[in-house]
């Protein structure tokens, strides 16, 4: 074997039921004082559950997805005005990529404390909106330095936002399957990721307010953006990527949808990556251990069902081409790429 994996650096805390007392004690071992609070106002009751044990600089409920520069740019001055030492983020991507924006340009830590499965808090990558365009970046000032997982603040995500953020996790794991960047270490990753999240999503659909199957699938989410985090974007990626600066898409929705069709079209041309995820769902095939998850989950099937015009698949087409990574297993052209965006675009079974 020939690879090199890089682990990045990271306190993990899970403490079901225990968040204000776990955020406390991570933001005493950063040697920190005075936290700069930033939740969305819906998750306002969650922070104050969370900050209940810590020392409150300031407050910021300004979030909005795929974090506008402006937005940004407030709430870096609400920090610095505040003088924070640390950076407490409770909520889903949005929050934690709010969060991400501050440290990268403050340098202050982050506590994340997630409330969706989105990964976010895992990673060492930022994201910002200009317009219509969103640009992202990797920078080892925004990877939070503790990460408190409570799957209680995770029992009034509704189900069908529960089912398209977990299928985002889900989508961290296949897609790592064969990232840019992917190695062994990762594909172990993303397998139990796979295992534990084919588990704990159809434990949520039937019982949203239950701890066990949310537990199980937190800790899936997590070992999906570290496996993520380290191989890279794949095609699956790209295409939301693509789709989402175009049509501003919702993020875990899009994913849902597209993740069938990347596998579907990957899959033949990708046979050990393929026969890890059959074996991570126990299926005798991998899109067929997709197909029954989603089946059982109802997932999302249709971009057009969430915002996407039709026109948009021809728009799409060159840019998920020049951003497709070079290493994916099945060769891309106009026409392969064009079936798919139509079959996710009308919710076709993915063949
Ligand atoms: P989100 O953070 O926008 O949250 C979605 C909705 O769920 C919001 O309405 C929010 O108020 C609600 N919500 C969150 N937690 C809740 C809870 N516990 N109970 C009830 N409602 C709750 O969406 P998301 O899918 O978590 O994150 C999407 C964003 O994260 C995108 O901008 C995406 O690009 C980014 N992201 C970044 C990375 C990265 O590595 N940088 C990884 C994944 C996602």
């Not at 998750?43 to 104050?48: P, R």
């Not at 409770?90 to 202050?108: D, N, P, R, Y």
């Not at 989105?118 to 909106?129: H, I, K, R």
């Amino acid at each position: 074997m020939r690879f090199v994996h890089e682990t990045l650096p990271q306190r993990v805390v899970f403490a079901a039921g225990d968040a204000a007392a776990a955020t406390a004690a991570e933001v005493a071992v950063l040697g920190a004082s005075r936290a700069m609070l930033i939740a969305g106002k819906a998750e306002a009751a969650l922070a104050d559950e969370v900050g209940a044990g810590l020392s409150v600089a300031v407050r910021h409920d300004e979030v909005v997805m795929h974090v506008p520069a402006e937005v940004a740019e407030r709430a870096r001055v609400a920090a610095s005005a505040s003088g924070a030492d640390v950076l407490v983020c409770v909520g889903g991507g949005s929050t934690t990529g709010l969060a991400k924006a501050v440290a990268l340009t403050t340098g202050l830590p982050i506590v994340a404390v997630p409330t969706t499965y989105a990964g976010s808090e895992a990673t060492n990558v930022w994201g910002l909106t200009e317009g219509e365009v969103k640009t992202t970046g990797v920078d080892a000032r925004v990877l939070p330095r503790s990460i408190v997982y409570d799957a209680s603040l995770m029992l009034g995500l509704p189900v069908e936002m529960s089912v398209a953020s977990g299928l985002n996790a889900l989508a961290h794991c296949v897609d790592a399957m064969w990232g840019p960047r992917v190695d062994p270490i990762d594909q172990a990753l993303a397998g139990e990721g796979i295992r534990a999240l084919a588990g704990g999503l159809p434990a949520v659909v039937a019982d949203p307010a239950g701890l066990e199957g949310r537990e199980q699938t937190l800790y899936g989410a997590y070992l999906a953006a570290v496996a993520f985090a380290s191989a890279g974007s794949g095609l699956h990626h790209k295409i939301c990527h693509v789709l989402g600066g175009m049509f501003n898409l919702p993020h875990a929705q899009t994913h849902a949808v597209v993740l069938p069709h990347v596998l579907a079209l990957n899959a033949p041309n990708a046979p050990e990556a393929a026969g890890r995820i059959a074996a991570a769902f126990g299926s005798p095939t991998a899109t067929e251990g997709l197909r029954a998850l989603r089946a059982a989950l109802d997932a999302p099937r249709a971009l057009r069902d969430h915002g996407m015009p039709e026109s948009g698949i021809a728009k799409a087409v060159g840019p998920v081409l020049a951003a497709a990574p070079s290493n994916n297993p099945t060769p891309l052209d106009e026409e392969n790429v064009t079936t798919l965006l139509r079959a996710a675009w009308e919710g076709a079974d993915p063949s």
